[in-house]
């Protein structure tokens, strides 16, 4: 039995070692390339006039040279008052990536939780990740200008604005802020780092 199981093995893939030689082909064309890239950025807002900003760091692939789908997460660092953060999905259209100077436009999708810090903030680090608080949901387009530094490295400077949906303001989490949809909607400007694989 262990003979006929091994043999049928065998059989089978050389009948169809083919498959392992012939080249990937994809839905766009065959000289179709993918990468994954990851970056890490830095994004700065007004929230109740008072500017914060979010450590950020996001990874995902880029199909053909211009598309890019990822996911990205972010914590906010520096706002006095607000602790906020969110995971979401990234989608990126690359306008003539070759270029040194390039341009993309991108638009996020995603969910995060804030609430009020519990004591007063004393350094930039204090209570980072403590965002568990209520929900939200967001949108964010943002454009972006693109800076091609090395083969597989890029900077990347980018002017957005978030809409912000979901929060529900009398939450005992936001009780010194009653934070609002529109406070944390706001335009977004951002600096980054991306690295290619």
């Not at 989608?91 to 004591?119: A, C, M």
């Not at 200008?145 to 978030?162: D, V």
Request: hydrophobic share 40%; with cysteine; charged share 15%.
């Amino acid at each position: 039995m262990k003979i006929s199981l091994t043999l049928a093995a065998v059989l089978l893939l050389t009948v169809n070692s083919s498959l392992f030689s012939q080249d990937a082909r994809s839905v766009y064309c065959a000289d179709t390339a993918a990468r994954f890239v990851w970056g890490m950025e830095v994004k700065t807002s007004s929230i109740q006039d008072e500017y914060g900003t979010l450590y950020g760091i996001y990874a995902g692939a880029v199909f053909g040279h211009s598309l890019m789908a990822g996911m990205v997460g972010a914590l906010s660092v520096t706002h006095p008052a607000v602790n906020y953060g969110y995971l979401g999905l990234m989608g990126r259209y690359i306008y003539k990536p070759t270029k040194v100077i390039h341009f993309s436009g991108q638009i996020t999708l995603g969910v995060g939780t804030t609430r009020d810090y519990e004591n007063e903030k004393t350094s930039t680090f204090d209570n980072f990740g403590n965002v568990y608080g209520t929900g939200f949901c967001f949108i964010e387009p943002v454009i972006n200008s693109e800076i091609n530094i090395g083969r597989k490295t890029m900077l990347i400077f980018g002017l957005g604005y978030r809409l912000v949906g979901g929060i529900n303001s009398n939450s005992h989490y936001l009780s010194s802020t009653h934070l609002t949809n529109q406070d944390l909607s706001d335009v977004t400007i951002t600096a980054g780092i991306q690295f290619s694989l």
